[in-house]
């Protein structure tokens, strides 16, 4: 076998055509990779750079102030998830899902999806990275690469020679094959590994990479194996391996997407600002119980608080601005229900195209996937939360301001 | 003794024709058997049957004794084939061409071992490190003998090998093809080259429409008289 492949990697460096595609295969990668890099490395200096605006500004404004309420309204905070050592090679929900938040103790729901249009470009079209590469434009080039390798040689004629030459045909087509598929692979693979080290990414993670790399070009390589068997020309074995690329790139994601969609109505959330925004503004011109009475339901260890004697009071304004986020609670849930719904539907569905399922494999290792990004959206709930546990014992019992406690404010922790 | 090269009863049935209808012949060690035939008369089916491409409908072919359905790896190591416009890549260079196709066999040979072989078919020294692709149609023929030559089989298949070479090519071909059948090579020609099979077969079979019609050997170490297969082959061509 090894003297086979031998042979097959020194007739492989004689195939003009062949080492074309090959070429053409480590620059499409190299510049994948190269996208990705660059990427994170922007989202990270953004990162860096609101970071510093941040504590900067929130010193800013919290310097002067002589109320909790005052304190609270004024200090942003920035929440944000980080890309990870992988994402580099597959920035996956990071284009549709926003991942950075300027945050405050306004009602939060509305603050988390005034954002979710954000990238809607990318979202649409996709972008350029290594797991896109992987899934859908390897098994391209591996059916450019593979498709006539039996039929070329019908067609000059050399067939019945090389088989009754090599005695077995698996002498002769399978390390063909297998040459052509370790070099797809390895110049496809080799900018990855090299990404990988300069962003630090687990070495673990790029053997998993690896390892769904190589059993998506196989199962693409046997895929090639069967249809080349068939004695056609050369132009319709390419026409049909082109034609069910088409159908299990595009047309099966598009069709299971849409089929996913229909069967999962979401509301969108534009809804959920929209409702909250209407729930905070009619607040204004209701009566105050009506506003307290459903925050005391949920904050009872603040009941002997929520009496309202001027016209506007700091705990009544957060009072309403949380049962904002109450009224939109259901949506809210459902919102998220139904994305991680879709997601699970998606991942099934994915069993009918290769491409999809590596996609997706990306983008769990990258954490990039979907659930990474509903992950961060409950972080930065959480972290809402905390400030609103910071300030209710100190805003409702109308405790003396004193800036000293403010050292004690919750600070936003990224997934690690 | 045992026939390096036998059609027992060989039917072959494609896409509901038959193409090869009860043929039986041998080649002995050392000798030319010549499958005289028109177009689809079933020649090139026959050497095909040999190489275990195509599978008997009826019969059996051996080679070396052993039936090619039950061993077919074993037939084509044993088999040189030259098939009709042998067409090697274009893109190599003789040696390189050499070079891979006696690989693929399983076997090896010095540069000196190759310049022996392409002396022998007479391809210019100059010609050697072009590609292929500049060739002309005996000099590809020339390459792909001598490829033949290296494998060192005990059988060689030719079909239609003289097909497009000038007439001096040609008498330099089986001067060559004489020359292995004296160092032992058993040799099955298909062609319908009535002028070329005379010359240098031990023995010629006339095919027809799939059926073995006639036979005529080389006696007394005289050559098979022309005249007699033509008219032969004439006629049966007729019928």
Not at chain 1, 28 to 35: I, M, R
Not at chain 1, 39 to 67: P, W, Y
Not at chain 1, 126 to 148: E, H, K, M, Q, T
Not at chain 1, 196 to 212: F, H, Y
Request: negative net charge; contains cysteine.
């Amino acid at each position: 076998m090894v003297r086979n492949l031998i042979r097959e990697t020194r007739f492989l460096a004689k195939d003009r055509g062949a080492i074309f595609w090959l070429f053409l295969a480590f620059l499409l990668s190299v510049v994948a990779v190269s996208f990705g890099v660059a990427e994170v490395r922007e989202q990270r200096e953004t990162i860096a750079a609101l970071l510093e605006e941040d504590a900067a500004d929130r010193a800013n404004a919290l310097e002067g102030q002589e109320d909790w309420g005052s304190a609270a309204y004024y200090a942003f905070h920035l929440t944000y998830a980080p890309p990870s050592d992988f994402a580099f090679a597959a920035m996956g929900q990071r284009d549709s899902s926003p991942w950075k938040h300027r945050v405050r103790m306004l009602a939060l729901e509305g603050q988390i999806h005034e954002a979710d249009t954000r990238n809607a470009d990318f979202g649409l079209v996709g972008r350029f990275d290594f797991a896109f590469l992987a899934a859908s434009v390897a098994p391209l080039l591996l059916i450019l690469l593979l498709y006539d390798l039996r039929a070329s040689e019908r067609t000059m004629r050399r067939h019945d020679l090389l088989v009754a030459t090599a005695g077995s045909p698996r002498s002769l087509w399978l390390p063909r094959a297998l040459v052509r598929v370790a070099a797809l692979a390895l110049l496809l693979l080799i900018p990855l590994w090299i990404g990988t080290l300069i962003e630090g990414a687990a070495m673990g993670l790029a053997l998993q990479a690896t390892a769904i790399m190589v059993g998506s070009l196989l199962i693409w390589w046997l895929i090639v194996d069967l249809v080349s068997r068939v004695d056609a020309s050369p132009s319709i074995l390419l026409t049909s391996l082109i034609g069910l690329w088409l159908a299990l790139a595009i047309v099966i994601p598009a069709v299971s997407k849409a089929a996913i969609e229909a069967g999962n109505p979401v509301p969108d959330g534009g809804e959920i600002l929209l409702l909250q925004r209407e729930t905070v503004n009619d607040a204004w011109d209701l009566p105050k119980e009506a506003t307290m009475e459903p925050f005391v339901e949920r904050h009872p260890e603040l009941a002997d608080h929520t009496e309202i004697e001027e016209g506007f009071e700091w705990k009544w304004y957060y009072a309403f601005q949380q049962v904002g986020d109450q009224v939109t609670e259901p949506l809210v849930e459902e919102y998220r229900d139904v994305r991680l719904a879709r997601d699970r539907q998606a991942g099934t569905a994915s069993l009918l195209s290769p491409m999809s399922m590596v996609e997706r494999a990306f983008e769990q290792l990258a954490e990039t996937d979907a659930r990474s990004m509903i992950a961060y959206e409950d972080r930065v709930r959480d972290y809402h939360a905390d400030l609103r546990a910071f300030y209710y014992p100190l805003m409702f019992p109308e405790e003396p301001y004193d800036s000293e406690l403010l050292d004690d404010l919750p600070s936003y922790t990224p997934a690690s | 003794m045992t026939s390096p090269l036998e059609a027992r009863s060989l039917v072959l049935v494609r896409e509901g024709n038959t193409v090869l209808d009860g043929v039986s012949f041998t080649a002995e060690q050392g000798e030319i058997f010549a499958l005289l035939g028109g177009n689809g008369a079933g020649k090139s089916s026959t050497l095909l049957t040999f190489l275990g491409f195509l599978d008997p409908s009826g019969g059996e072919v051996l080679v070396n004794g052993t039936s090619v359905t039950s061993d077919i790896a074993a037939a084509r190591n044993a088999i040189a084939y030259l098939p009709e416009a042998a067409s090697l890549y274009g893109h190599m260079t003789a040696y390189e061409n050499l070079d891979y196709f006696l690989d693929l066999a399983g076997k090896s040979a010095s540069k000196d071992e190759i310049d022996a072989a392409l002396d022998r078919v007479a391809l210019p020294q100059e010609a050697r490190t072009r590609r292929l692709q500049s060739y002309s149609k005996g000099m590809r023929q020339k390459t792909a003998i001598a490829l033949a030559l290296l494998r060192e089989t005990p059988i060689l298949l030719l079909d239609e090998p003289t097909s497009g070479l000038d007439p001096v090519a040609i008498d330099e071909f089986h001067d060559l093809v004489k020359t292995l059948a004296e160092g032992g090579q058993t040799v099955l020609m298909v062609t319908h080259d009535v002028y070329g099979a005379c010359q240098v077969a031990d023995r010629v079979g006339l095919l027809r429409h799939g059926k073995l019609v006639g036979s005529f050997a080389a006696e007394n170490g005289k050559r098979i008289d022309t005249e007699t297969v033509h008219a032969a082959f004439a006629e049966r061509q007729a019928v």
